[in-house]
């Protein structure tokens, strides 16, 4: 089982990107996905969770609706698209997800998924 992030890059700020995660040997529509970011001396943190068909999708508040949640469930891929982008976006994303979980809940972002992919560098500059 592998997953994959792509999509990241340099941009100025109040552009966009889409970021995408695609999957081998998982269902991604059978899981909830998450997204977390890693930005250079700080703890990893989360940024959205999707939950499968019907479960919603949550975020963290510093998103503030720019990073709509996606799915492609004919591509098996969960994209994060990106707007307003700010310099403190400025970090490596990665999607994680895990067999045992369909829906995100209060404590998604603490939830140890089993799945996480190789993350992707996004760049923000002011």
């Known amino acids: 089982v592998q997953l994959q992030a792509s999509g990241g890059g340099s941009v100025q700020a109040g552009g966009s990107l889409r970021l995408s995660c695609s999957a081998s040997?998982?269902?991604?529509?059978?899981?909830?996905v998450t997204w977390f970011r890693q930005a250079p001396g700080r703890e990893r943190e989360g940024v959205a969770c999707t939950g499968t068909s019907g479960y919603g999708t949550w975020y963290e508040d510093f998103v503030k609706g720019r990073f709509p949640v996606s799915r492609d469930n004919a591509r098996n891929t969960v994209y994060l698209q990106m707007n307003n982008l700010e310099s403190g976006d400025t970090a490596v994303y990665y999607c994680?997800?895990?067999?045992?979980?369909?829906?995100?809940?209060?404590?998604?972002?603490?939830?140890?998924?089993?799945?996480w992919g190789r993350g992707t560098q996004v760049t923000v500059s002011s």
């Open positions: 994680a997800a895990d067999e045992g979980f369909t829906v995100c809940g209060a404590t998604w972002a603490s939830t140890p998924y089993d799945v």
């Open positions: 040997g998982l269902t991604l529509d059978r899981v909830a």
